[in-house]
């Protein structure tokens, strides 16, 4: 009994010694500015094209980024019963980044999005452009679906306010059931992305500071 209540006085102090030199990224990071955002999507499956669109908006913190998006993509793989309408996929959530060397005009650009959704029945017209609306009828598919998504490219500085990526990324969907022959794992898959950023990234401001000394 004594041996074991040692190591647990060894293991307080251990805890109260580890607490106290925790550091983690927002307590050391400073929050250096805050963006909107517009992405788009083009991939296939199973030979398929699809497109994307969506937003999400975060807070810079040194190098990362964290905040909220929101994602709708359509699938060429049309319904038997509706030939007009095709798969469609929506989910939102969790969306972290991370970029470095910020200051350069061109630079590395990573980012994770981890989301919830659903898939659904969209419009797709005959010109192949897409008018995307999820019904979600009595009629349509309506699979719940875990949607994540990392993606890696690269970053350009087109002003202090506004930046354009250019990523290749991997689409892993959980849940979803498969859709007029198509297989449940169809919509794991490669696609490539455009993400417009625009807001403040702290830069400007460190610049002026450093001028100002």
């Not at 005009?105 to 959704?117: A, P, R």
């Not at 087109?158 to 892993?172: D, E, K, N, V």
């Not at 403040?200 to 460190?206: A, K, V």
């Amino acid at each position: 009994m004594k041996k074991i209540a040692l190591l647990f006085v060894l293991a307080g102090l251990f805890g109260s010694v580890h607490a106290q030199h925790e550091q983690t990224l927002f307590s050391r990071g400073k929050v250096r500015g805050a963006f909107i955002a517009t992405n788009f999507t083009y991939g296939k499956i199973d030979g398929k094209e699809g497109y994307g669109a969506g937003g999400g908006l975060g807070l810079v913190v040194e190098n990362f980024f964290v905040g909220g998006f929101g994602q709708a993509e359509i699938f060429d793989v049309r319904s038997t019963a509706s030939p007009s309408r095709a798969l469609g996929l929506g989910y939102g959530g969790l969306w972290l980044g991370y970029h470095f060397p910020t200051r350069s005009i061109l630079h590395l650009y990573t980012s994770l999005k981890v989301g919830g959704g659903a898939t659904g029945l969209g419009r797709w017209s005959r010109y192949n452009t897409w008018d995307f609306d999820l019904d979600f009828d009595e009629d349509d598919i309506n699979d719940a679906v875990l949607v994540i998504a990392p993606e890696a490219g690269v970053e350009l500085n087109i002003t202090h306010w506004m930046r354009l990526a250019g990523t290749i990324g991997y689409r892993y969907v959980d849940g979803f059931q498969g859709y007029e022959g198509l297989d449940s794992k169809k919509l794991n898959a490669t696609y490539y992305g455009l993400t417009l950023r625009i807001g403040w990234f702290g830069h400007r401001s460190r610049w002026r500071s450093h001028n100002d000394m």
